[in-house]
């Protein structure tokens, strides 16, 4: 799988967070659960100060590696923070990612990339790695997804 190095600037992040693992599959049930939180209780229309319409789906405060438990939050990039108790936020920090490129199913073609994420000899930092779907099409099955690894230096 193919990949780019690059810099970041740092990036705060608003949504709704829940602490999961990849064990047994509970993270698919947990993320998705997230996700459909977000946009059906109205959560998402709550977050000010939006960059862009671009979704976030953030995995940080990793326990170890991504083999143990981490906190995933479904959100935007926004401004500045928000003061409401119902939102979640955190801060992506500056500095060096593998960035990923994969167009397909929002779903099957995540999943299926970090599989193949999982595998790879990335000198990963287990901060924040991220994925922003670019929203450029109505099709969900279509989606262009760009992944962030957090790199160490």
Known sequence: MKYEIVELEEKIVEGI????TNQDGKSIQDIGKTWQE???NGIYE???NKVN???IGLYTDYEADYTK???FIAGVEVSKKT????ITNKIIEKGKYAKFVITGDVQN?????WQEIWNMN???KYTCDFEEYQNNKEDMQNQEIHIFIALED
């Open 83 to 86: 003061d409401n108790k119902l």
């Open 109 to 113: 073609s995540v999943g299926q990339a």
């Open 17 to 20: 967070a829940i602490k999961t």
């Open 69 to 71: 438990p981490y906190i």
């Open 53 to 55: 319409n671009k979704t």
């Open 122 to 124: 990335l000198k990963r």
């Open 46 to 48: 709550k977050i000010g």
């Open 38 to 40: 977000l946009f059906t």
